[in-house]
């Protein structure tokens, strides 16, 4: 039936935010919008050029010139160098790879019955919390997560009697304010490595290679943190203003949130009670054995690794700052997804036969036909724009400019975050902005004396925070039509509105996390550092 409910009046926030969303539709599609910058490259490196611009990176021996792109040797690498830049674009190999063992844990409902099953037993009082701790780890699903968390948790709210649009809310806050972060290592992880790498590969010195670890210890202190922030504030100021705001606790139609799970409340509404999410018998069997599992490939790898003579060591014996250790990581992250998503495939019968498995996991490419043919195009923006040295032109000039304003130090990151943050309501794809900021300050940084891997760990504060907050972010019309079951008149400015209290607190703790990380010059993961 259509929605006949009239209109809400628009709020002055409801004004603002239309016109965010008249400018950003104005954006064209990623695809297009690095053909247009492709266009730009080359149009503006052969300007330059034709005026024989160069600088002095510092530890270079001689100066680097900016080269056309409209001249024999440019059109040379454009028509020989195109399938390269495709195939060869770094984060290929390991996106593709751990897409491969993500989506088959993904298909076989391992990843699902994890989730559910972290409620399960919980205390009412710890369900806030939990949904924090579930919505920061649940980014390891990619972008599932953001359709999967919320009306799990509305349910799992409901059952305890408490307000299911407390929990609908908080888990798209946790699952998209901290989706750059997670206790685990995730495909992002691989991705925004890749990209690091590539950007950085032009420089005298390129500091420490990125690899999908190098910001484990900062995200597995922050996934911590911000799961207690969002589990707080879901506690503390969304649910109480739910409820003084009269915000019915009844959905009109309950059973299309997801008809698969059970709810099962026990007790009364005191605070000690307990709820009890019901998995299968299959399903408990299948955790079962993926438990088993990954318990033996774990033991199997720490043999290997624990090995005097193993093979995964450097010349030196151990494994920092390099080692085909941490070269294995992506491996090692497919391994992890792959054996315990078959072990838990089998008793629940999605696995029924070794054929199925591949089927599985071709399931999973197909939905990464829409990065695949990103990646064409972003593998072709950063090639160019390497091989004209424009990005070496920028980094030097930027260098300069900070340091004259005296913002050569962590002034520069923190405006560098604040950058990231009002592009991301404009830029929502995660690899597009970084490969788009990356091509810049990845090198601008390292000519400041910092290590690519903390501009990235700098990136992912600011690029995640905001996203729940922009009507560009297309899963916030999934969570509205969520939200209308409750309010019927909820518009994206009621949504954005509930998501105001999660996005300061998390922009403020995450950056404040990484300024202790700095000034005490901890390593932001194995091998990697501060400063070069």
Partial sequence: MADTAAPAKQTRLDRVLNLIERAGNKLPDPFLLFGLLFLVVVVVSTVVAAFGVSVRIPGAEQDTPVRAALSGAGLEFLFTEMPENFIGFPPMKTVVTIMLGVGLAERTGLLTALIRGSFGGAPR??????????????????????????????????????????????GFAAAGAGYSTAPVVTSLDALFAGISNEVASVLPDPGATVTPVSNYYFNAVSSV???????????????PRMVRGGVPREETDESDVDGSVEVHREGGPE??????????????????????????????????????????????GGFLPESPLLDSVTTLIFLAFIVPGIAFGVPVGVVARAADVPKLMAGALRNLTGFLVLA???????????????????AVGGADLLRALGLAGYPAFLGF??????????????????????????????????????????????????????????????????????????????????????????????????????????PLGPGMGIRL
Wanted: no cysteine.
């Fill in 125 to 170: 009082w710890v369900l806030p919390y939990a949904v924090g701790f579930v919505g920061i780890t649940s980014s390891v699903m990619a972008d599932s997560a953001m359709i999967i968390v919320p009306p799990l948790a509305a349910m799992v709210f409901k059952a305890a009697g408490r307000h299911p649009v407390a929990g609908l809310l908080g």
């Fill in 225 to 239: 943190v911000l799961a207690l922030l969002a589990g707080f504030l879901i506690d503390r100021i969304i649910e």
């Fill in 271 to 316: 605070a000690g009670e307990r709820i009890t999410v019901v998995l299968g018998e299959s399903e408990r069997r299948g955790l079962r054995w993926a438990g088993v599992a990954a318990a033996v490939l774990i033991a199997a790898v720490l043999t290997l690794v624990l090995w005097p003579g193993s093979p995964l060591r450097n010349d030196a």
């Fill in 376 to 394: 064409f195009m972003l593998g072709q923006f950063i090639a160019l724009f390497n091989w004209t040295n424009l990005g070496a032109a920028l």
């Fill in 417 to 522: 975050m604040v950058l990231a943050s009002v592009l991301n309501l404009f830029i929502i794809s995660g690899s597009s902005l970084w490969t788009l900021m990356a091509s810049v300050f990845v090198p601008m940084f390292a000519l400041l004396g910092f290590e690519p891997g903390f501009a990235q760990a700098a990136f992912r504060v600011g690029d995640s925070a905001t996203q729940i907050m922009t009507p560009l972010n297309p899963y916030m019309i999934i969570i509205l039509g969520y939200l209308r079951r409750y309010e019927p008149n909820a518009g994206l400015g009621t949504l954005v509105a509930r998501m105001t209290p999660f996005v300061v607190p998390f922009w403020l703790l995450w950056a404040l996390i990484l300024t202790a990380f700095y000034f005490a010059d901890l």
